[in-house]
């Protein structure tokens, strides 16, 4: 059974230039059936053409064989080789110019759905890369945040605290580099995706190999670098004029030279296509796994850096608490000397007191000695006074003894009798 694929209508067009070749029109699909009934006896000559023939469009060049990228994904037509406003207007699948080799058509359709499968395979990988793109830079804006945190936190302690690691000065100056969070598309592998040149304006390049390709004006074609978004670092051949003179030629260096041969040059096309297909898979898993051991490379330098930072952190909480510590057994020993001071401020106190009451007592007791002095001196001009008195007495009974005498003389004397008083 043939897996010849239908006839397409004009929706499922093949891809536009910009999407592949620069030499393509923006409506790249084959005619339909409707259109295929308006196409003049000249292009109806052209699909009657052997199969092996090489087919020439009505500007009477050779019809480009290219692959479509779109609703037809990987399935060869015929194109005018001209540019986009010059072209005649030839357009036909291959498969409805093999109608008598089902064989050949079958052959060329497995290998369309390799290139399909194939670029499922790659959409996929491409698909998972950005999933563990995107869990990646979560996960580096995680470890740059806690890198900031730790920072941050030790040099608040730092400004607050003089250095205190006088053990080991040179763990204090550890350092860490906070790596930019870059966005999962910011990679070097989507590096060309952002290259404003088109692929007819790509770099000119000398050829790595030695092909003589002739552009349209009979020239050697120019080898040229594409950096479009679809087909990056890709190299291709073109007219070598400057791009206002150039004629339409172009040609992409990995896609075989025609040969003229139609089913030599489908095989070969669509063969090239799967294999760059396999070499692009193969590419961007290698792309993705170097990738992804630069990203553990530089998770495990991030884990070491928030290690490295949190043993410092750790250290100097450390030295603060064991500081802290001895301040608090400092002033508990003051505390202790002040309650003891206290003590002996009490005890002197208390000392002075009983002083100031012996003073006071003695006080009293001199005080009371002054008063018994008083009164002895009070007693002794008391006894004095007697004793003036007594003298006086005394004195007294002398002078009246005397005066007795002298009565008593003078009676004797006189020879009378004293009067008895």
């Given at each position: ?76 037509f015929y194109n005018c080789p001209r540019g986009q406003y010059n072209q005649c207007g030839f357009r036909q699948w291959f498969d409805e110019t093999m109608q008598t080799d089902i064989q050949h058509v079958d052959q060329i359709n497995l290998i369309s759905i390799e290139c399909i499968q194939l ?303």
């Amino acid at each position: 059974m043939s897996m010849r694929s239908p006839t397409s209508s004009p929706e499922d067009s093949p891809m536009s230039s910009h999407e592949d070749s620069p030499m393509s029109s923006d409506d790249d699909s084959p005619m339909s059936s409707h259109e295929d009934s308006l196409m003049s006896s000249d292009e109806d000559s052209l699909m009657s053409s052997p199969n092996d023939s090489e087919l020439i469009c009505s500007c009477g060049l050779p019809a480009k064989l290219i692959i479509s990228r779109n609703r037809s994904p990987y399935r060869l037509f015929y194109n005018c080789p001209r540019g986009q406003y010059n072209q005649c207007g030839f357009r036909q699948w291959f498969d409805e110019t093999m109608q008598t080799d089902i064989q050949h058509v079958d052959q060329i359709n497995l290998i369309s759905i390799e290139c399909i499968q194939l670029q499922e395979r790659i959409n996929e990988i491409k698909e998972e890369r950005g999933q563990e793109r995107s869990l990646q830079f979560k996960e580096r804006a995680e470890l740059n945040s806690q890198l900031s945190a730790v920072k941050d936190e030790l040099n608040k302690i730092k400004s607050e605290i003089k250095p205190v690691i006088e053990s080991n000065p040179t763990s204090a100056g550890v350092t860490f580099q906070t790596m930019s969070m870059s966005s999962p598309e910011d990679s070097p592998i989507s590096s060309y995706e952002d290259s404003p040149m088109s692929s007819t304006e790509g770099s000119s390049m000398s050829s790595p190999e030695n092909s003589e390709v002739i552009c349209f004006c009979g020239r050697l074609a120019k080898l040229r670098l594409s950096m479009t978004s679809k087909n990056p670092n890709r190299y291709f051949y073109n007219c070598p004029k400057r791009r206002n003179n150039q004629c339409d030629f172009f040609q992409w260096l990995d896609e075989p030279i025609p040969t003229g041969d139609r089913r030599v040059d489908e095989m070969n096309l669509i063969s090239s296509e799967r294999n760059r297909l396999k070499e692009r898979a193969d590419e961007i898993k290698e792309e993705w796994d170097h990738e992804r051991s630069r990203w553990n490379k530089e998770k495990v330098e991030l884990h070491l850096q928030l290690s490295a930072l949190k043993d410092e952190l750790d250290k100097i909480k450390s030295k603060i608490k064991q500081e802290n510590d001895g301040l608090d057994k400092i002033k508990s020993e003051i505390k202790l000397e002040n309650d003891g001071l206290v003590k002996i401020k009490s005890e002197i106190k208390l000392e002075k007191d009983g002083l100031d009451n012996i003073k006071s007592e003695i006080k009293l007791e001199n005080d009371g000695l002054v008063k018994i002095k008083s009164e002895i001196k009070l007693e002794n001009d008391g006894l004095d006074n007697i004793k003036t008195e007594i003298k006086l007495e005394n004195d007294g009974l002398d002078i009246k003894t005397g005066i007795k005498q002298t009565e008593v003389k003078l009676g004797n004397e006189s020879g009378s009798m004293p009067p008895l008083n």
